[in-house]
């Protein structure tokens, strides 16, 4: 069974920082892309950060610059380290797993709230 697991979500003051790890379970997924997603109550879920099996990353605009994807194939594990955190970042955020790097994303966590306290 796939799983995908988020934590190191928390409450952090605007300018600080937080690391999310994803662990993934259930398969190999070095020749995954992996990506991030956040939703905030009464929003659409968002695109964070997307991190292809060959290391190349991509971000949305509003993340440049402070968010940074990396991941860990032996760890079977995806890292979105956060900086400079707004209070506008608040959301819940998801890791997700797709079967390759050009494929739909087929798996999803539950989920880890983020909230930034100004």
């Known amino acids: 069974q796939v799983q995908l697991v988020e934590s190191g979500g928390g409450l952090v003051q605007a300018g600080g920082s937080l690391r999310l790890s994803c662990a993934a379970s259930?398969?190999?997924?070095?020749?995954?892309?992996m990506g991030w997603f956040r939703k905030a109550p009464g929003k659409e879920r968002e695109f964070v950060a997307a991190m292809w099996s060959g290391g190349n990353t991509f971000y949305a605009d509003s993340m440049k610059g402070r968010f940074t994807i990396s991941r860990d194939n032996a760890k079977n594990t995806v890292y979105l380290q956060m900086n400079s955190l707004k209070p506008e970042d608040t959301a819940v955020y998801y890791c997700a797993a797709s079967l390759s790097d050009y494929t739909a994303y087929t798996n999803w966590g539950q989920g880890t709230q983020v909230t930034v306290s100004s």
């Open positions: 259930g398969r190999t997924f070095s020749n995954s892309r």
